[in-house]
């Protein structure tokens, strides 16, 4: 993980202590409440329904036990004890007194945490794959390339009032995309040319929201010296041309469609003409430098399968499933990547208490070398946990609640926290995830039913990916009313593609019926192991419409 | 009236701001927009004491060469969320190479001079209750960046 030098800390530092002031000039009423406004934005500070929010960053997801249990901490004295895992590898304190967030961002800046850019209208927080650096499925480490990223975002002067919010990911998997890169504002995927050089493909206008839309490709490979170069080339075109009459029409997204593709990469190709060598092109040295944070840990030298963790396996089906369902192959023999699941009926997904966050960073520092990794679908993974030790941490994940096997089912559900928190939002997204949680509580029936992505979001905002979900939920407001528009046939993945919507929304209380009508479609339909989404693909959506709008007979 | 300042202190503004919409003769002693400067380059030069402003969609790649002879370039930022003025600045700095006084004019607001003058603007007409200690002090508040900017052409990994 990357380690803070004293520059590192004392850019944070500088940082709390600015905020401090800015938010003592606005208590002393001598800063406006409309210009107090984007500055504490830019410190992930939002005014919600209830009470303020904190998002704090979690580069790429990257976070250690001490910073864990700093979390926990907070949350306990500043906090309702509770902290919730969102949907880009940020951490959220949902109920804090503004006048005590200086003092948590102080707390946290002491373990390497900052809230920098987590919200406005900014470069936010780059995210990747929860798994880099510990498949074999992966072209280089796509971390070191973030953490680069993130030092060039953190405070640029030219870019912190771009049109609209501003998001990179990066994917260095060829056979997966777990950071979703397709729906960002900037999709990096890392390659090799044939010369074997590092570079990026570079996917520009991807994005969920009002207009859900797929990157587009400007640039099959950028050499990885160039890639801050590149990167401003584009910011720089979009903060001068980005719509600002609007802020629907304010992503780069609209821009690269108004503009399309090809003429927005040659304004982007002629800027960048102007920066390519200049002093910002990134040197092997500091490339060098930011890789050596991101060594293998001290790995055992261990055999694949061993007898106990076989025999575990045999005895056990539950722990069975647990292996096939919640954990992955790791790149190293003898060791497995552990997906530690927040999605337990009845609790908001992402949620975790003080204590469950205290008790993960206690099962990263004795079983995976005091790491946790966020996941973009709201889990944590432990990536590197040694097969011999798999049940023991087992028992211990089950007993508080974290081994709910159905990681990618049905019910491991994304969802964003909906009218019961936010601000923004039209309806409730947690009440419907619990009804469907409740509807489908047979996991030998969840695992029958294969991998299926069930999105949720309370608004058009879409916190909760909706429109990439093989189902999708959107909470809409008709008349007063709370309602959910259903799509189907998004992907975030390989084949990323948006939904498409089914018809008239529903009222809540018919939610849990119409995922069942909608499964039992799939059901019906499926070839042998099909996956909800390719029976989507293959037989359209009219059959799901007729059954779910069929009148009764 | 707004107050002026620059990386030093308050300044007495000498140049009067003629509006977007200007027509008549080049007065000394003046900011005109930049539409105006297009129309009468020869004249706007030749005074010697007068600017010229751009406004935030205007397009600085338009402007002549010869505009870095000019004593200020004002950039306008209509409301302080639009961040286009930051791109203009460094276009002017870097491409323009234009090393005069470069002016944050419209809605600028205290927080944002750090930014602005690593943009690379000099001067800063402020809203007149501004605390110019304060504003000063603002400058200062950061003593590292990462990033390339005008103020410091290397970026912190080649230095580090």
């Given at each position: 993980m990357?380690?803070?030098?004293?520059v590192?800390?004392?850019i944070?530092?500088?940082r709390?202590?600015?905020f401090?002031?800015?938010t003592?000039r606005?208590?002393a009423?001598t800063l406006a409440?409309?210009?107090?406004?984007?500055l504490?934005?830019?410190?992930g500070?939002?005014v919600?329904?209830?009470?303020?929010?904190?998002?704090?960053?979690?580069p790429?997801g990257?976070?250690?036990?001490t910073?864990l249990?700093?979390l926990?901490?907070l949350?306990?004295d500043?906090?309702?004890g509770?902290?919730?895992?969102?949907?880009?590898?940020?951490v959220q304190?949902n109920?804090p007194?503004i006048?005590?967030v200086?003092e948590?961002?102080?707390q946290?800046?002491d373990?390497?945490?900052?809230?920098i850019?987590?919200?406005?209208?900014?470069i936010r927080?780059?995210?990747t794959?929860?798994f880099a650096?510990?498949?074999?499925d992966?072209v280089v480490?796509?971390?070191p390339y973030?953490?680069?990223?993130r030092?060039?975002?953190?405070?640029?002067?030219?870019y912190a009032?771009l049109p609209r919010?501003?998001?990179?990911a990066v994917?260095?998997?060829p056979?997966?995309?777990r950071a979703?890169i397709?729906v960002?504002?900037?999709?990096?995927?890392?390659?090799k040319?044939?010369?074997?050089?590092?570079?990026?493909?570079?996917f520009v206008?991807?994005g969920?929201g009002?207009?859900?839309?797929?990157?587009?490709?400007?640039?099959?490979?950028?050499?990885e010296k160039?890639?801050l170069t590149?990167?401003?080339?584009?910011l720089?075109?979009?903060?001068r041309?980005?719509r600002?009459?609007?802020?629907?029409k304010a992503r780069?997204?609209?821009l690269?469609?108004a503009?399309?593709p090809?003429?927005?990469k040659?304004k982007?190709?002629?800027e960048?003409?102007?920066?390519k060598?200049?002093?910002?092109q990134?040197?092997e040295?500091e490339?060098?430098r930011?890789?050596?944070?991101?060594?293998a840990p001290?790995?055992e030298?261990?055999e694949?399968?061993?007898?106990e963790?076989?025999?575990?396996?045999?005895e056990?089906?539950?722990?069975?499933?647990?292996?096939?369902?919640?954990?992955n192959d790791h790149k190293v023999d003898?060791?497995r990547?552990?997906?530690?699941?927040?999605?337990?009926?009845?609790i908001?997904?992402g949620?975790?208490?003080?204590r469950?966050?205290?008790?993960v960073?206690?099962l990263?520092d004795?079983y995976s070398f005091?790491e946790?990794?966020?996941?973009?679908?709201q889990?944590?993974?432990?990536a590197?946990v040694?097969?011999?030790?798999l049940h023991?941490?087992w028992?211990?994940?089950?007993?508080?609640g974290f081994?709910?096997p159905?990681?990618?089912?049905?019910t491991?559900?994304i969802c964003c926290p909906?009218?019961?928190?936010?601000?923004?939002?039209?309806?409730k997204s947690?009440p419907?995830?619990?009804?469907i949680?409740?509807?489908?509580d047979n996991?030998d029936y969840?695992?029958?039913?294969?991998?299926?992505d069930l999105?949720?979001s309370g608004?058009m905002?879409?916190?909760?990916?909706?429109?990439?979900g093989?189902?999708g939920?959107?909470?809409v407001d008709?008349?007063?009313q709370?309602f959910?528009?259903?799509?189907?046939?998004?992907d975030?993945?390989r084949?990323a593609?948006i939904?498409?919507?089914?018809?008239?929304?529903?009222?809540?209380?018919d939610m849990p019926?119409?995922?069942?009508?909608l499964?039992?479609?799939?059901?019906e339909n499926r070839?042998?192991?099909?996956l909800?989404?390719?029976?989507?693909?293959?037989i359209?959506?009219?059959?799901?419409?007729?059954r779910?709008?069929?009148k009764?007979? | 009236?707004?107050k002026l300042i620059?990386?030093?202190g308050?300044?007495?503004?000498?140049?009067?701001?003629?509006?977007?919409d200007?027509?008549g003769?080049?007065?000394a002693n003046?900011i005109?927009?930049?539409a105006?400067?297009?129309?009468?380059r020869?004249a706007?030069?030749?005074a010697?004491?007068?600017?010229?402003?751009?406004?935030?969609?205007?397009q600085?790649e338009?402007l002549?060469e010869?505009a870095?002879?000019?004593?200020v370039?004002?950039?306008?930022f209509?409301?302080f969320m639009d961040?286009?003025?930051?791109s203009i600045?460094?276009?002017?700095?870097e491409?323009l190479?234009?090393e005069g006084?470069l002016r944050a004019?419209?809605?600028?607001l205290l927080?944002q001079?750090?930014y602005?003058?690593?943009?690379g603007?000099?001067?800063?007409?402020m809203?007149d209750?501004v605390d110019?200690?304060?504003?000063l002090s603002s400058?200062?508040?950061f003593t590292?960046?990462?990033q390339?900017?005008?103020?410091?052409?290397?970026?912190?990994f080649r230095r580090?």
């Amino acid at each position: 993980m990357y380690i803070y030098d004293e520059v590192d800390s004392r850019i944070v530092k500088e940082r709390v202590a600015q905020f401090q002031g800015q938010t003592d000039r606005y208590f002393a009423g001598t800063l406006a409440a409309d210009e107090y406004l984007p500055l504490r934005l830019q410190n992930g500070l939002y005014v919600q329904r209830h009470a303020p929010m904190l998002r704090v960053a979690i580069p790429y997801g990257m976070i250690n036990s001490t910073q864990l249990r700093k979390l926990a901490q907070l949350s306990r004295d500043f906090d309702k004890g509770y902290v919730h895992f969102t949907t880009r590898q940020n951490v959220q304190f949902n109920w804090p007194e503004i006048k005590d967030v200086p003092e948590m961002l102080r707390q946290l800046a002491d373990v390497e945490m900052h809230a920098i850019q987590t919200s406005g209208n900014c470069i936010r927080n780059t995210t990747t794959d929860q798994f880099a650096g510990v498949i074999d499925d992966e072209v280089v480490d796509p971390r070191p390339y973030c953490e680069i990223i993130r030092q060039w975002s953190t405070l640029h002067p030219e870019y912190a009032f771009l049109p609209r919010k501003f998001k990179i990911a990066v994917n260095a998997c060829p056979s997966a995309d777990r950071a979703a890169i397709a729906v960002h504002d900037i999709g990096l995927e890392i390659v090799k040319n044939a010369e074997g050089h590092v570079g990026f493909k570079v996917f520009v206008g991807g994005g969920l929201g009002r207009t859900p839309i797929i990157g587009s490709l400007i640039n099959d490979f950028v050499a990885e010296k160039d890639l801050l170069t590149y990167l401003e080339a584009i910011l720089r075109v979009y903060n001068r041309h980005g719509r600002r009459d609007n802020k629907y029409k304010a992503r780069i997204k609209i821009l690269v469609k108004a503009l399309t593709p090809a003429v927005f990469k040659e304004k982007v190709e002629a800027e960048w003409a102007f920066l390519k060598d200049s002093e910002n092109q990134l040197t092997e040295q500091e490339i060098s430098r930011v890789k050596a944070f991101f060594t293998a840990p001290a790995y055992e030298n261990l055999e694949r399968n061993c007898a106990e963790f076989v025999a575990a396996q045999e005895e056990s089906k539950g722990f069975a499933n647990w292996i096939k369902r919640c954990t992955n192959d790791h790149k190293v023999d003898g060791y497995r990547i552990v997906t530690l699941t927040l999605k337990k009926t009845g609790i908001p997904p992402g949620d975790a208490t003080d204590r469950q966050v205290d008790i993960v960073a206690d099962l990263a520092d004795r079983y995976s070398f005091g790491e946790v990794r966020v996941t973009h679908d709201q889990n944590l993974v432990l990536a590197d946990v040694r097969e011999d030790q798999l049940h023991a941490l087992w028992k211990e994940a089950q007993a508080v609640g974290f081994a709910t096997p159905n990681l990618g089912m049905l019910t491991d559900m994304i969802c964003c926290p909906g009218g019961d928190f936010c601000g923004l939002a039209n309806a409730k997204s947690i009440p419907v995830a619990e009804q469907i949680q409740l509807t489908f509580d047979n996991m030998d029936y969840l695992y029958d039913l294969g991998e299926i992505d069930l999105n949720i979001s309370g608004c058009m905002n879409a916190c909760g990916h909706h429109h990439v979900g093989n189902i999708g939920v959107l909470g809409v407001d008709k008349r007063g009313q709370e309602f959910y528009q259903v799509s189907l046939g998004g992907d975030s993945g390989r084949d990323a593609s948006i939904g498409k919507i089914l018809g008239p929304s529903f009222a809540r209380a018919d939610m849990p019926n119409v995922i069942t009508k909608l499964i039992d479609v799939f059901v019906e339909n499926r070839s042998e192991d099909e996956l909800f989404i390719d029976t989507y693909r293959r037989i359209g959506m009219d059959p799901f419409k007729e059954r779910v709008y069929a009148k009764a007979d | 009236m707004p107050k002026l300042i620059n990386l030093t202190g308050d300044q007495a503004n000498t140049f009067e701001l003629l509006a977007k919409d200007y027509e008549g003769d080049v007065k000394a002693n003046t900011i005109v927009p930049m539409a105006f400067f297009m129309a009468n380059r020869e004249a706007v030069l030749n005074a010697g004491n007068v600017g010229i402003w751009i406004d935030s969609e205007e397009q600085p790649e338009e402007l002549p060469e010869t505009a870095k002879t000019l004593p200020v370039i004002a950039i306008n930022f209509p409301k302080f969320m639009d961040g286009r003025g930051y791109s203009i600045a460094r276009y002017a700095r870097e491409r323009l190479n234009f090393e005069g006084e470069l002016r944050a004019i419209g809605d600028v607001l205290l927080d944002q001079l750090s930014y602005l003058k690593r943009c690379g603007f000099n001067a800063f007409d402020m809203r007149d209750d501004v605390d110019t200690e304060l504003a000063l002090s603002s400058l200062g508040e950061f003593t590292e960046a990462y990033q390339a900017s005008n103020e410091q052409p290397t970026p912190l990994f080649r230095r580090r």
